[in-house]
């Protein structure tokens, strides 16, 4: 790993710690955003590294796609991924329907590409950047199905409806009568998941006291 010259704490959760990091390159200072797993809870130490290890693959996948971060090293235990200048999407509160149209070409590059965010309801996990468009953080959830069979669908499906609730929330008169419809139906796995793995994944990714809980630009609250 390229030694790096200055941390800032950014948020501690029982999976670990995430940290912004400044490092001098030929080019100049870069930032960086390392999740450690190293700090995570005892006993929940595999499960955090099981996550980051999906976020890797995911950002991997995605290489060269505008609006995801890039990914910079994996060693098993850290994990770190380029800075985002941007900020959460519930702290900027986008009424530009712009955003959401950009944010929706996104989502679709995603899955054009094979993988599901399967995290998108969480509003820190999207970001607002300083010219106005979206990207996304936190692929910790992210799969990529070999197949595009029925799971597929109804998870992409789950993918944009996230996307929507957000539009409703702060772009609510922009919404197509297409769109409302989509919001009406959550599909069965949508239930499944809130009722299920959702209340346990906050459980483990609220933050524990300490610095600020924000990722900052380069990420979520919540990763």
């Not at 959401?100 to 094979?114: D, I, N, P």
């Amino acid at each position: 790993m390229i030694p790096y010259e200055s941390r800032q704490l950014l948020k501690k959760d029982p999976l670990g710690t995430v940290s912004r990091l400044g490092y001098m390159q030929p080019g100049g200072a870069v930032d960086c955003v390392e999740r450690d797993t190293q700090t995570a809870t005892r006993g929940l130490r595999w499960a955090a590294r099981r996550l980051a290890a999906r976020e890797a693959r995911a950002l991997g996948a995605l290489a060269g796609l505008a609006g995801v971060p890039v990914l910079l090293h994996w060693d098993g235990r850290r994990l770190r991924r380029s800075w985002l200048e941007g900020a959460p999407l519930n702290r900027v509160r986008p009424r530009d329907p712009a955003y959401y149209r950009e944010a929706l070409h996104l989502v679709r590059r995603l899955h054009a590409s094979g993988l599901l965010h399967n995290g998108l309801a969480e509003p820190p996990n999207w970001l607002v950047m300083p010219e106005g468009r979206p990207a996304l953080v936190d692929f910790r959830l992210a799969v990529r199905p070999p197949f595009r069979g029925r799971i597929f669908r109804a998870l992409a499906y789950e993918d944009l409806r996230h996307l929507l609730t957000h539009k409703r929330t702060y772009c609510p008169e922009r919404l197509t009568a297409r769109q409302h419809s989509v919001l009406a139906r959550p599909s069965p796995i949508a239930a499944l998941w809130a009722y299920t793995g959702k209340p346990v994944y906050r459980l483990l990714t609220r933050p524990l006291p300490g610095p600020s809980d924000r990722e900052a630009a380069g990420g979520p609250a919540s990763p």
